[in-house]
């Protein structure tokens, strides 16, 4: 499995970006997407999720309301939305893949669970 996440830049406070993610190497229909962030000197943290069957998203507390989560099956690429970005979301994001994708609700939050990474892009917001 590769992926390849795009999108990532210098943005100010309250602007958007649009990340995406294109995977290859395999079938996703019985996969989860999603993202993660690290920031400097901070731990991995879950920022959204993506069930490619049926499209169902979770987000964190975090970003909800402002980043949102589609797919192209089509394509098999994943995008995330994000509105009124704050500096606070400066990280470099990495795109996930977790199959077969987590039944237990609680895990989804563990980076520990995803089973592919793709190689991260920086996104910086400035105040």
């Known amino acids: 499995v590769q992926l390849q996440a795009s999108g990532g830049g210098l943005v100010q406070a309250g602007g958007s970006l649009r990340l995406s993610c294109a995977a290859s190497g395999r079938t996703f229909s019985q996969s989860a997407m999603g993202w993660f962030r690290q920031a400097p000197g901070k731990e991995r943290e879950f920022v959204a999720r993506i069930l490619w069957s049926g499209g169902r998203t979770y987000y964190a507390e975090s970003v909800k309301g402002r980043f949102t989560l589609s797919r192209d099956n089509a394509k098999n690429t994943m995008y995330l939305q994000m509105n009124s970005l704050k500096p606070e979301d400066t990280a470099v994001y990495y795109c996930?893949?977790?199959?077969?994708?987590?039944?237990?609700?609680?895990?989804?939050?563990?980076?520990?669970?995803?089973?592919?990474w793709g190689q991260g892009t920086l996104v910086t917001v400035s105040s």
């Open positions: 996930v893949v977790d199959t077969p994708p987590l039944t237990i609700y609680s895990e989804i939050y563990y980076a520990r669970n995803y089973d592919y």
